[in-house]
């Protein structure tokens, strides 16, 4: 059998995303690994951002009406038109971002998306600026398009919430002058929601280097305080330079339907297009038509989803509050909150999420596992553990009483959590 090692482009990607063992093996994702962890020990799965609760019903009658209606074989390239008007106007309605249906591209998801738009607009050999923690299709994506990636950290502020390091921000972009500026907004796992101040920052710095702004918008509609969401193309003076990727599956319960778009200009939508067609071609025919419905029409899901989300924040979050000496975050928008154990153990966060499986039911996802090993971000986060409210709500509760359990144990034996694991 051939050598497989022959091709290394495969290996680079997986050891970019962290997907690497030690003994050089290809493991799974970090959000693989903490679900079936989760499974071998019986315990609370507030691990993978995937949806507790289901779609709306008129969702899925609206998508069964389409395959009944014969949209099964190939959909077009660029995507059904109707989905494609649907999401211009939802961009319109939400945001009052100015879409014409020629700038939109149907994807399989945001992170198709976000890998056709890397692969057609980053250079080789060429720069990324990122915000770190940060989704790991990300650095597989530049990988394979032959780039490097170079991170920003995101912080806590000492107020339960988060900001971007913008003193580390301006000189690297200086010193590196990226081809893309990465923004994830709202931000993944903080909950942080970039300003228009802020985008407005970051857009300046774009044109300084004459880079791209490649966003990551899927928890736009998500919003939990009375903040609002942004698109960097709303705030940014240049929106021909903005490149917008977000998708339905957060905000529609539909993870698993793969149902996302790009928005650019036509010239540059065209050329994302061009990957995009040799990674799936289409997919989702009849999804995209249910959702195109869904997008256009009047449903109250999105509000009452979000309204659902909020009050399972409500349930998990003080509970987490509970246990002495924690750092917990407050979420301003999307499914988790971030909690800080520093105060509580040596243990680093993946050996303390171990700890807190096998010991007390509970499984979330290692803060650090989304950072460069040896960044600041990794160093910040060493001992946080990312918590998700989206699951059901008796899993919600199950993790509630859970953690007030681990309090109360805490407030008896302070030293609980500071054995090896």
């Not at 050891?15 to 093996?25: C, E, K, R």
């Not at 071998?40 to 951002?49: H, K, P, S, Y």
């Not at 077009?76 to 939802?90: I, K, R, S, T």
């Not at 946080?384 to 199950?398: G, L, N, P």
Request: glycine share 8%.
């Amino acid at each position: 059998m051939p050598d497989i090692h022959r091709s290394e482009l495969w290996y680079d990607m997986a050891a970019a995303a962290g997907l690497t063992n030690a003994d050089g093996s290809i493991g799974e994702t970090i959000y693989g690994q903490m679900t079936k962890r989760a499974a071998e020990l019986g315990a609370v799965n507030l691990g993978q951002g995937a949806p507790g609760t289901e779609p709306p019903e008129e969702l899925i009658a609206a998508t069964a009406a389409a395959m009944r209606a014969g949209f099964n074989q190939y959909a077009p390239g660029q995507g059904f038109p109707q989905l494609l008007e649907a999401v211009a106007q939802q961009r319109q309605r939400d945001f009052g971002q100015q879409v014409d249906p020629a700038e939109v591209l149907y994807t399989a998801g945001a992170t198709e998306g976000l890998t056709a738009a890397t692969l057609a607009l980053l250079p080789r050999g060429g720069t990324v600026v990122a915000f770190e923690p940060f989704y790991d299709s990300y650095p597989a994506a530049i990988t394979a398009a032959g780039g490097s990636l170079h991170t920003v950290a995101i912080l806590p502020d000492g107020r339960g919430g988060f900001a971007p390091d913008w003193a580390e921000f301006d000189p690297l972009v200086a010193e590196v002058r990226p081809a893309i500026i990465l923004i994830n907004t709202p931000h993944n796992p903080t909950g942080h929601i970039f300003s228009t101040e802020e985008l407005a920052h970051i857009g300046r710095a774009a044109e300084s280097v004459d880079a791209w702004v490649l966003t990551d918008e899927v928890y736009e509609q998500l919003v939990l305080t009375e903040s609002a969401h942004v698109p960097p193309a709303v705030a940014i003076d240049d929106a021909e330079r903005v490149v917008t990727v977000s998708s339905a599956g957060k905000s529609w319960n539909t993870t698993g339907w793969k149902v996302g778009w790009v928005i650019a200009s036509p010239t540059v939508r065209q050329a994302i297009q061009t990957v995009k067609q040799f990674l799936t071609f289409t997919a989702s025919g009849p999804m995209q038509i249910g959702m195109a419905e869904m997008l256009s029409g009047d449903s109250r899901f999105v509000a009452e989803n979000r309204a659902s989300l909020r009050d399972r924040a409500e349930v998990l979050v003080p509970a987490c509050r509970s246990v002495p000496g924690a750092v917990v975050s407050t979420p301003q928008a999307g499914y988790f909150t971030v909690m800080d154990f520093a105060e509580l153990t040596d243990l680093d966060a993946f050996e303390l999420n171990d700890l807190l499986g096998r010991e007390f039911g509970l499984i979330g996802i290692p803060v650090p596992a989304l950072c460069r090993p040896g960044s600041p971000a990794y160093d910040a986060y060493r001992s946080s553990i990312r918590y998700s409210f989206c699951k059901s709500a008796s899993d919600v509760s199950k993790g509630a009483e859970l953690f007030t359990a681990l309090g109360s144990q805490l407030r008896e034996n302070p030293d609980a959590l500071r054995r090896a694991s």
